[in-house]
């Protein structure tokens, strides 16, 4: 079966997301060798399947023990998870990259509008110092839509990011700063802004650098140091190929081929209704060569709307670098 890029990006409606999710999940129950062999162990018959609420969801953890393709493609890139000292890193074999490609770029402009005209500070080191980010290489490719002479990369030089702030502020330069919130937290301790219009991204993750912070604590450090009136988040991981979005309050909105549903934390065959609290399942159509249907180790929230916020993490779950914050 092959479903076109096209159509899955072009989704504008809940039903056209529910066919495409159907049509995605019984090709990945054919040609996704763990995700089939999981399903099984679950006595799922896929032809009985008839809408979302049936689909069975993937642990994550499956990206660490086992090679999630559907079909028999090979890779073009291997995207690996940071993570501490000891521990085993997700990796996504992605068959496809004009996958990635669409996904980001279609999502970032229906949230930001298109990068030409922004200017996009990053300030990432922990990922630029490691192989393998499917962050850096989202923020490779924005970069290079850029036109603005000034968007770039920052390692540890905050002296150098300060000024260019400062500058692009007094010019009244569109900016977009994505950091690392280690980082963004390293950076306002010798530096302090009042530049409201800037956006600041932060893409969790202390990395170990530092004691986790509950989100409302931290994001009133950001803007406090940032002189902004909100904290942008970006919510993506290793094992997805699409990214959701928030503009302020930890408030996740995502693009119109990713939905959040929600698993309850003791039975997690059992699906949630909103405004319930439990643990965050991802339907990712952009994940069509590997598999759709992820079970996560986050907990959420999820409103009517479908947009979504972040709470923590099931105990004992690896620490990881996308958005993850104790509430």
């Keep these: 079966m092959k479903i076109s890029i096209p159509s899955v990006f072009s989704i504008s409606s809940e039903k056209e997301f529910c066919d495409a999710a159907l049509a995605i999940f019984r090709h990945q129950a054919e040609h996704c060798a763990p995700y089939r062999e999981f399903i099984g162990h679950l006595h799922v018959d896929p032809l009985q399947v008839k809408d979302l609420a049936a689909i069975p969801y993937l642990p994550i953890s499956f990206f660490k023990s086992h090679r999630v393709v559907s079909g028999d493609g090979k890779e073009e890139i291997i995207f690996s998870s940071s993570g501490t000292t000891g521990q085993t890193q997700s990796r996504h074999f992605v068959t496809d990259l004009q996958l990635y490609d669409e996904s980001f770029n279609r999502a970032f402009a229906q949230f930001y509008g298109g990068a030409e005209d922004t200017c996009l500070l990053a300030l990432l080191p922990s990922y630029l110092e490691r192989d393998g980010s499917s962050l850096i290489y989202m923020v490779d490719a924005l970069l290079k839509q850029s036109v603005h002479p000034e968007s770039g990369y920052f390692l540890h030089n905050h002296g150098d990011l300060y000024q260019k702030l400062v500058t692009l502020k007094e010019k009244g330069q569109k900016t977009i700063l994505i950091g690392v919130t280690y980082a963004l937290l390293d950076f306002l301790e010798t530096y302090q802004l009042d530049f409201p219009e800037l956006i600041v991204m932060e893409t969790g993750g202390m990395k170990g650098k530092r004691k986790e912070m509950v989100r409302e604590e931290l994001h009133d450090i950001l803007k406090s140091g940032f002189g902004v009136s909100a904290i942008h988040s970006e919510y993506g991981m290793t094992e997805l190929l699409s990214q959701a979005y928030s503009k302020g309050e930890g408030v996740f909105e995502c693009p119109n081929w990713m939905k959040i549903v929600l698993r309850d934390t003791n039975d997690p065959l059992t699906l949630l209704n909103s405004s319930q609290t439990g643990g965050i399942n991802v339907i990712d159509l952009a994940n069509i060569n590997s598999c759709s249907f992820i079970a996560t ?31």
Excluded at 302 to 327: T, Y
């Design 297 to 327: 180790q986050d907990l959420g929230r999820l409103s009517s709307d479908g947009s979504f916020e972040v709470l923590g993490r099931f105990d004992n779950a690896d620490i990881r670098g996308c958005n993850l914050l104790v509430q």
